[in-house]
């Protein structure tokens, strides 16, 4: 699987034993900065962009998300 994980820092305990464990598993890992995702909502179908690049073809994303910037990571999940 091609997993996605939302979180402000990849040094976090709990984002570096979800990275292990599915690394371990043989899963496809990426942790993403909510912050550093944009979303384009004028087209027909939304898009969320991360860093200048589209974000398409996971299969899972798991957020983490802190309650300082839960509005806009729950902007990002939807």
Known sequence: MKIAILS?????YSTRRLVEACTERGHEV????TLKCYME???HEPVVWYKGEK???FDA???RI???ITPYGLAVIR
Do not use: Q, T, Y
């Not at 402000?8 to 976090?12: D, E, G, I, P, Y």
């Not at 990426?30 to 900065?33: E, S």
């Open 30 to 33: 990426r942790v993403l900065d």
């Open 8 to 12: 402000r820092n990849r040094r976090l």
């Open 66 to 68: 802190g309650a300082s």
């Open 55 to 57: 974000l398409e073809d």
């Open 61 to 63: 994303i798991i957020p």
């Open 41 to 43: 909502l004028s087209s």
